[in-house]
């Protein structure tokens, strides 16, 4: 006759495959799903002038209070035409930046995105480096006037 209760084999091996899968979800990257857009606060979206030729393009999304996905944008040209030459966003699952002003997009990653308060830090966070960053960029990018064909 075998054991029963808390000590039998069966309690055993669940107990075995419920810590088995314990340290399987530990490996695994996390990956955090955005709830549905409709359920998302109406987006807010502001522009901080830096020059005569130059500003930041701003626009957040949040949700019950935290920010999940966001654009941060320099843009030269203006004042009724503006392009962008570097670019941080929150798409496709990852926090990353766009660098635009040699022409061509040099994407890098700078996080993964485990859940609303990696969106939440990393939107503070690259909001103050574009505007420390703002100056060399748009030296990089020449006088930032768009043309007019």
Known sequence: MGRSGKFSRRN???????AQQQMDANDAPAIWERPPKEEWDPPSEFSVALSATSRL???TNNYRGK??????CHQVGGPYRWRDIFRVDSSHDT???HDLTRGTDQRETIESINGPLTVDRQYTEQYDFMLATWEQREREQGDGRVDER
């Open 57 to 59: 393009f701003v626009r």
């Open 95 to 97: 926090v990353h930046r």
């Open 67 to 72: 920010c999940i996905d966001f654009a941060i």
């Open 12 to 18: 055993d091996r669940e107990a075995r495959r419920a």
